[in-house]
């Protein structure tokens, strides 16, 4: 066979990764959405203070704050850490759910499959109840990190002891298992504590309103470690698209793969709840919309939803503390008003999504 | 090129296969016949590593239980009966996954990734469909496809289970030819088969399975037989043989 007609045709043999105007077109996406999240609120500030007063506080810059203190203050100290707080709450659920989409070859499978979601609510749950902690409290995201990996942890033992760990489908059955017996614990703890309801139905909503700059410094190594495991694996993931036997015979070892981008998601999905509560719908809108605009290639599903999940969910927390503003709508509330629609249309459309 | 000694493969206590002990020699032809149930694919899947298995069994002089499961799989392509074809990627991206054996683990595909797929594609005559997505091909094309990416993985061995299942007469034949013609470019192939007048007008030795064991081997005129189809299959059958070779034709008892 002619060698430059295979050199030709080389040109058309390529994966379709995320193409440059998507690549820009996301990149603009979040830009924007962190602006108006740092802009809009009870004090307005304009895109241009941003951009000047940020340039003010890098060394070397020269450039002086157009703002006054109070705007200073009400950026850095409030609006900046609640917005990056959402931005890597919620590019962690939404790249966590697209691996966890791929992982189980499960198109509805969202970061909370394992049981996540019910270990922290119960670990927050218990912490509120006995240790009464407030919903500001430093012990509450710790109690919730650890409840949720240890749920995870109680469901890859159940599923590996059910005898076909190499099936994907003992561990969902397994997580279905352990959801459904921690949320009765929680649920049961809840009634015997009434006096702490309100606290634990406020958290399991989800919300940034205690957002500082010390829960991102406990959220950021998490979020930056699982997601870069997961942006590594992106071609991994499409190979088992195939299926795990072959998958297998083409070299990848299924069932440690597994293992290893489910550890890798729970981490970073458990440390982003632990700091914002239960956030539905995230994990699965952003990879569905990214499969239906872009591309269904975890080469693509995978990286855009770290980017698109992060704006997503700084534009819905501008939502959820303006629209009844001065009260707060819980986040997971905007999420779900729009997410539920949204998914409907997914499960229309949906043809075999792997 | 394949060396069997008392291969075994055991399910929850019953044998699946048991005693089989084959030699392939490089770019033979060996199809593996049997009733349903025989074994033939437990033999299939345990020689490309998805089934654990009693006994020896070399590959081009490799102990295959020592080997990892990338040095299998850049020594051993297995197309299984059912091939799951995701109906969004593209040709191409379909294809290239076959260089995942060669490629370090979160490594992406390189220059000379891309040119084994796109030989790959050429020598199957796909190079016009590369850009179309699996769901919009026919089941020849699709069977093609398939093909291609068990080639990029330019393994030594190619292993086929079923490879002309629910293709047309036309496109059975289409098939067979292709990968007979492979088999110049020094591939040695395995595969079962259901229709048996193929079987033997392809392969260079038939191996009849029954019960996990081997009941019969050599060309088509001494496994072929209506007595052994009889015994092993319970078919009543007419051997029909000319020129162009022989043919087996159900009859009715």
Not at chain 1, 98 to 120: C, E, I, K, R, T
Not at chain 2, 5 to 10: F, T, Y
Not at chain 2, 221 to 229: G, R, Y
């Given at each position: 066979?002619?060698?430059?007609?295979?050199?030709?045709?080389?040109?058309?043999?390529?994966?379709?990764?995320?193409s440059?105007?998507?690549?820009?077109?996301s990149?603009?996406?979040?830009?924007?959405?962190?602006?108006?999240?740092?802009?809009?609120?009870?004090?307005?500030?304009?895109?241009?203070g941003?951009?000047?007063?940020a340039?003010?506080?890098?060394?070397?810059?020269?450039?002086?704050s157009?703002?006054?203190?109070?705007?200073?203050?009400v950026?850095?100290?409030i609006?900046?850490?609640?917005?990056?707080?959402?931005?890597?709450?919620?590019?962690?659920?939404?790249i966590a759910?697209?691996?966890?989409?791929?992982?189980?070859?499960?198109?509805?499978a969202?970061?909370y499959?394992?049981?996540?979601?019910a270990g922290?609510?119960?670990?927050?749950?218990?912490?509120?109840?006995?240790?009464?902690?407030?919903?500001?409290?430093?012990?509450?995201?710790?109690?919730?990190?650890?409840?949720?990996l240890?749920?995870?942890?109680?469901?890859?033992?159940?599923?590996?002891?059910?005898?076909?760990?190499?099936?994907?489908?003992?561990?969902?059955?397994a997580g279905?298992?352990?959801?459904?017996?921690?949320?009765?614990?929680q649920?049961?703890v809840?009634?015997?504590h009434?006096?702490?309801?309100?606290?634990?139905y406020a958290w399991?909503?989800?919300?940034?309103?205690?957002?500082g700059?010390k829960?991102v410094?406990?959220?950021?190594?998490?979020?930056?470690?699982?997601?870069?495991?997961l942006?590594?694996?992106?071609?991994v993931?499409d190979?088992?698209?195939?299926?795990?036997?072959?998958?297998s015979?083409?070299?990848?070892?299924?069932?440690?793969?597994?293992?290893?981008?489910?550890?890798?998601?729970?981490?970073?999905?458990?440390?982003?709840?632990?700091?914002s509560?239960?956030?539905?719908?995230?994990?699965?809108?952003?990879?569905?919309t990214i499969?239906?605009?872009?591309?269904?290639?975890?080469?693509?599903?995978?990286?855009?939803?770290?980017?698109?999940?992060?704006?997503?969910l700084?534009?819905?927390?501008?939502?959820?503390?303006?629209?009844?503003?001065?009260?707060?709508l819980?986040?997971g509330?905007?999420?779900?008003?729009?997410g539920?629609?949204f998914?409907?249309?997914?499960?229309?459309?949906?043809?075999?999504?792997? | 090129?394949?060396?069997?000694?008392?291969?075994?493969?055991?399910?929850?206590?019953?044998?699946?296969?048991r005693?089989?002990?084959?030699?392939?020699?490089?770019?033979?032809?060996?199809?593996?016949?049997?009733?349903?149930?025989a074994?033939?694919?437990?033999?299939?899947?345990?020689?490309?590593g998805?089934?654990p298995?009693?006994?020896?069994?070399?590959?081009?002089?490799h102990?295959?239980?020592?080997?990892?499961r990338?040095?299998?799989?850049?020594?051993?392509?297995?197309?299984?009966?059912?091939?799951?074809?995701?109906?969004?990627?593209?040709?191409?991206?379909?294809?290239?996954?076959?260089?995942?054996?060669?490629?370090?683990?979160?490594?992406?595909?390189?220059q000379?990734?891309?040119?084994?797929?796109?030989?790959?594609?050429?020598?199957?005559?796909?190079?016009p469909?590369?850009?179309?997505?699996?769901?919009?091909?026919?089941?020849?094309?699709?069977?093609?496809?398939?093909?291609?990416r068990?080639?990029a993985?330019?393994?030594?061995?190619?292993?086929?289970?079923?490879?002309?299942?629910?293709?047309?007469?036309?496109?059975?034949?289409?098939?067979?030819?292709?990968?007979?013609s492979?088999?110049?470019?020094?591939?040695?192939?395995?595969?079962?088969?259901?229709?048996?007048?193929?079987?033997?007008?392809?392969a260079?030795?038939?191996?009849?399975?029954?019960?996990?064991?081997?009941?019969?081997?050599?060309?088509p005129?001494?496994?072929?037989?209506?007595?052994?189809?009889?015994?092993?299959?319970g078919?009543?059958?007419?051997?029909v043989?000319?020129?162009?070779?022989?043919?087996v034709?159900?009859?009715?008892?």
């Amino acid at each position: 066979m002619a060698v430059d007609s295979v050199r030709r045709t080389e040109a058309i043999v390529r994966a379709r990764g995320v193409s440059r105007p998507w690549r820009l077109l996301s990149a603009a996406f979040l830009a924007g959405a962190l602006l108006v999240g740092l802009g809009v609120g009870p004090v307005g500030i304009g895109a241009w203070g941003i951009v000047e007063s940020a340039l003010s506080h890098l060394p070397f810059v020269h450039v002086h704050s157009p703002l006054s203190a109070l705007q200073e203050a009400v950026l850095w100290q409030i609006r900046a850490p609640r917005v990056m707080l959402a931005a890597l709450v919620g590019g962690m659920l939404a790249i966590a759910g697209s691996a966890y989409q791929g992982v189980f070859h499960n198109p509805l499978a969202d970061p909370y499959l394992l049981g996540v979601a019910a270990g922290s609510g119960l670990g927050a749950t218990l912490a509120i109840a006995y240790g009464h902690v407030d919903r500001s409290g430093q012990l509450l995201p710790l109690a919730a990190f650890v409840g949720g990996l240890t749920a995870v942890a109680f469901t890859y033992v159940l599923g590996r002891s059910a005898g076909v760990a190499r099936a994907a489908g003992a561990l969902v059955l397994a997580g279905v298992t352990v959801t459904l017996f921690l949320s009765a614990i929680q649920t049961f703890v809840q009634q015997q504590h009434s006096n702490t309801l309100r606290d634990v139905y406020a958290w399991l909503l989800g919300g940034f309103s205690t957002a500082g700059w010390k829960q991102v410094a406990v959220a950021a190594p998490y979020v930056g470690v699982s997601s870069l495991a997961l942006v590594l694996h992106r071609r991994v993931l499409d190979v088992l698209s195939v299926g795990d036997e072959e998958a297998s015979s083409l070299g990848v070892n299924v069932p440690r793969l597994r293992l290893l981008l489910v550890i890798a998601a729970t981490a970073g999905t458990a440390a982003a709840v632990s700091v914002s509560g239960l956030i539905a719908f995230v994990g699965i809108i952003v990879p569905h919309t990214i499969r239906l605009l872009v591309s269904t290639s975890y080469r693509a599903v995978v990286p855009l939803s770290l980017v698109v999940g992060a704006g997503f969910l700084v534009l819905a927390d501008v939502l959820a503390r303006t629209v009844i503003s001065p009260a707060e709508l819980p986040i997971g509330v905007v999420t779900a008003f729009f997410g539920a629609p949204f998914f409907a249309i997914v499960l229309r459309t949906a043809r075999s999504v792997r | 090129m394949i060396e069997l000694r008392n291969l075994a493969v055991r399910f929850d206590g019953t044998e699946a296969v048991r005693g089989v002990s084959l030699e392939i020699g490089t770019e033979e032809w060996v199809m593996l016949i049997g009733p349903n149930g025989a074994g033939k694919t437990s033999v299939l899947r345990a020689l490309c590593g998805l089934l654990p298995f009693a006994g020896e069994a070399r590959l081009d002089g490799h102990d295959v239980k020592e080997l990892g499961r990338r040095e299998l799989a850049r020594l051993i392509a297995f197309v299984p009966q059912n091939p799951v074809t995701p109906p969004e990627l593209t040709v191409a991206e379909y294809v290239l996954l076959g260089r995942t054996p060669h490629l370090g683990y979160l490594a992406t595909e390189a220059q000379g990734d891309r040119q084994a797929a796109a030989r790959a594609l050429e020598r199957l005559d796909l190079l016009p469909f590369a850009e179309r997505g699996l769901g919009s091909l026919s089941g020849g094309e699709l069977q093609r496809a398939v093909l291609a990416r068990a080639l990029a993985q330019e393994a030594r061995v190619l292993l086929l289970d079923e490879p002309t299942t629910s293709l047309d007469l036309g496109r059975q034949q289409q098939v067979l030819e292709l990968v007979d013609s492979l088999r110049a470019d020094g591939l040695t192939v395995v595969s079962t088969m259901h229709d048996l007048t193929l079987a033997g007008q392809y392969a260079d030795r038939l191996v009849l399975l029954d019960r996990g064991a081997i009941v019969a081997e050599g060309g088509p005129n001494e496994v072929l037989s209506a007595a052994n189809l009889a015994t092993y299959y319970g078919a009543s059958v007419r051997i029909v043989s000319d020129g162009d070779g022989l043919f087996v034709l159900p009859t009715r008892a």
